[in-house]
């Protein structure tokens, strides 16, 4: 059987259920928390795509089987214990039956004093300006001025950035390299580049970095 030894080391419990913690394999934020048994974790590693065990309807659930919003799995790591699972996924559509990105979105509580910040939120809250064109907004009013508009501001952050950095100023640095990540998220919104799009081709390069040290290594020993 493919992937048995995968499978004799999950120690599901007393029901045959290990929980398994999904992820957005770009963003790391949790989608949701599932269950497998033996036989759901089997052909999610078989055919890459999470499959579950639905505790209420006790039958196999292939996720976006009838929405379409399925996921793709990237890896699956196991506890210390081997009795619980992290599946990090890229996903084609919303993770929540609400229509959610995530099924976590219930705030209980929030540190007053920690913000809670990424990239994907920033873009995502661009994304929506660009929608709405709310007025008063900063972001409002680039998106109005159009492209050229928007690639003034970045060559103009781009010259700050390097006065900042010129004086060795470590603060003022960054704070201009914080304008100028913001204007180029703005850049990328208005011309339809996602997050996710220079997240990949980060990864492409960092796999040919890796095959270009081999290579190098595998001549070098010659």
């Not at 599901?12 to 989608?31: I, R």
């Not at 759901?40 to 006790?58: A, G, H, N, P, V």
């Not at 700050?160 to 180029?184: F, R, W």
């Amino acid at each position: 059987m493919i992937y048995e030894d995968v499978l004799k080391k999950i120690k599901f419990d007393d029901k045959g259920l290990v929980p398994a913690v999904v992820q957005d394999f770009y963003t790391g934020q949790v989608l949701t928390v599932a269950y497998m048994n033996e036989e759901s974790l089997k052909i999610s590693l078989e055919e890459k795509m999470t499959c579950f065990w639905s505790r209420s309807r006790q039958e196999l659930w292939r996720k976006g089987e009838t929405s379409g919003n399925r996921q793709h799995i990237i890896s699956i790591t196991a506890d210390c214990d081997y009795d619980a699972l992290v599946v990090k996924v890229i996903k084609d559509g919303p993770a929540c039956h609400t229509g959610s990105e995530s099924c976590f979105f219930e705030a209980l509580y929030q540190d007053d004093d920690k913000a809670e910040f990424s990239v994907d939120g920033l873009y995502a809250l661009l994304t929506g300006r660009k929608e709405k064109m709310p007025e008063g907004s900063y972001t409002t009013y680039l998106f109005s001025k159009g492209l050229e508009k928007i690639l003034k501001k970045v060559g103009e952050e781009s010259s700050e950035v390097l006065i900042g950095a010129m004086k060795n100023d470590k603060a003022e640095t960054i704070y201009e390299i914080s304008d100028l990540a913001y204007h180029v998220l703005v850049l990328m919104v208005q011309m339809g580049i996602t997050v996710n799009d220079i997240r990949d081709e980060l990864g492409s390069r960092h796999v040919i970095d890796k095959k270009v040290k081999q290579e190098t290594s595998k001549a070098g020993g010659k």
